[in-house]
């Protein structure tokens, strides 16, 4: 018994020094791929790789004729997998006449880099002058789950305009969530990346969009409903009762989508964002 309790410190420690040494492997998942995938994925799913050289791409861009675009939505994807894996995105916000950017990330795709919150969010802020840039404004910003981090931390460091931003299932901070999943571990002392989108859009004023799985099974409801009660400027949300992290509502013929998008760019009217 005396040798156990001299030893479980020493495996606690062993244990806390491995989570600290392999965070990165828990939060992030990517999905990498050659770049002649990625051609020819995206043209399966009749996306333009943006820009157009597929060694310097950033993501993937619907293809909508400049004069029929109401606005441009960059989205900033989960965790796992890759920006082609939303298509759903496009279907469902081109239908709005939205032109959509999927946005990717260093480190996914064919994308070199390594996953980490400043490289993501020196990265997205590029990626929002850019499409300033070549496509103007109005510019939205949409983030799903991680992406929702890499949106509030742009918005706070970027110099761009951002008319409005919407959060699929996102959380209060890093923190929060951390010591929810892991509340035997000193957490706050540990984690290298913050993504605390409190503190991020605690200036911003523009209208922000919360969607919620009240049956999340990675995110607890309750860190969207901290970063709601926080929000500043005019706030949504639709939380959906039978949905889970994964499986909120995505169909393109989702009412709430217009919903949203009217909600976020009251300019449109309610007729204009009918599905067509």
Known sequence: MKKLMIRLPIYYLIMVSGMYFLQDYFIYYPEKTDSKLIEKAARKNSLRIWPDDVESYRGFVSPL??????????VFHGNAGSALDRSYYVHALGRLSYRVILAEYPGYGSRPGKPGENQFTADAVDTIRRAAKEFGHPLFLLGESLGCGV?????AQSEIPIEAVGLITPWDSLLSLARDKYWFLPVRWMLKDAYDNVANLADYRGPVAVIIAAQ???IPPRLANRLYETLQGPRRQWTFPNAGHNSWPSGHQEPWWGEMMGF???????????LK
């Open 216 to 218: 999340d099974e990675i």
């Open 264 to 274: 976020l760019h009251p300019t449109a009217s309610g007729e204009e964002l009918k």
């Open 151 to 155: 949106v509030c931390a742009a918005v």
């Open 65 to 74: 004729e400049p004069q029929k675009a109401r606005g441009t939505i960059i």
